[in-house]
């Protein structure tokens, strides 16, 4: 069922779970993610209260309090975009109905075009550890002793970088590097990544909850993320190399209060 829309001029993408107009975006969890999924498949129709936990909640038991609570972040995060039009209404004791006449499924060969290019990438991944695995092993030590001090460099340079760079973000910018504006919990985040670079859900998701209007900057080489932000409130910064999983730990736990 899996597919990506486009509501009014607000573009929805399932696989990344986020909500985009121009720089503006907002990230869903995979549950509001799922719930917004089936009521656009749906869309002017009512789905019962059962049929969105089935699908938003596979295989677990969940009560009509925890569906109430996520279709009002829903709201909230298409609220975002459409401050006077609520899509979603409730249909008492029964379920949930999205109403619009503008919701606009993207074409198949869109979705195929970014199945091509994750395979393309994948593909590239696996020669690459091919290649590195057949090095002699002191070869190996050297290149990882290069790669650390690389991006140890790179991220000093970036911590320095991002302390004195002006408010005005935008004007600044590389046109190899995109910029993305989060707002979450009464914050604003501005994210700043190589344009060929695609954050996973759960990160954009664990930077949007950060409670500061930070400006960030992520980069990914081989298997670590480089990670530098900077609070412009406090006039201070941090800049981490870690692995996928270090750096999701890392996040949750509230990167703001962490390390100075």
């Known amino acids: 069922m899996r597919n990506d829309f486009k509501i009014k001029n607000i573009n ?8 985009s107009q121009g720089n503006k975006q907002q990230i869903l969890s995979f549950t509001e993610t799922k719930l917004l999924e089936l009521l656009l498949n749906e869309v002017n129709e009512i ?3 059962e ?8 295989h677990t038991v969940v009560t009509d309090s925890s569906l109430t609570k996520s279709i009002a972040k829903l709201r909230k995060a298409l609220a975002f975009f459409l401050e006077d039009e609520e899509l979603i ?5 029964v379920g949930y109905k999205l109403v619009s ?8 060969m869109d979705n195929l075009t970014d199945l091509e290019e994750c395979l393309a990438t994948e593909d590239s991944l696996i020669q690459a550890t091919e290649s590195t695995s057949e090095q002699p092993s002191v070869m190996s030590l050297r290149n990882k002793i290069l790669f650390v ?3 140890l460099l790179i991220g000093g340079s970036l911590f320095n970088f991002l302390r004195f760079l002006p408010s005005d973000n935008e004007r600044y910018i590389d046109d190899s590097y995109h910029l993305t504006e989060l707002s979450s919990n009464g914050f604003t985040h ?10 996973p859900q759960e990160i954009s998701y664990l930077l ?9 900057f992520v980069d990914k080489i081989s298997d670590h993320f480089n990670i530098s932000y900077f609070d412009p409130e406090k006039s201070q910064g941090v800049s981490l190399i870690l692995d996928e999983k270090s750096l999701a730990e890392k996040l949750g736990s509230n990167l703001h209060q962490g390390d100075k």
């Open 101 to 108: 006449n503008d919701v606009t499924p993207i074409a198949e």
């Open 208 to 216: 949007s909850q950060q409670k500061c209007d930070c400006l960030f």
């Open 51 to 58: 049929t969105l936990k089935e699908f938003a909640w596979q």
């Open 47 to 49: 789905v019962l209260k």
């Open 190 to 199: 501005k994210v700043i990544t190589p344009k060929n670079m695609e954050l």
């Open 149 to 151: 001090l690389s991006v």
């Open 89 to 93: 209404i409730t249909i008492p004791r």
């Open 12 to 19: 929805f993408c399932c696989k990344r779970g986020t909500l």
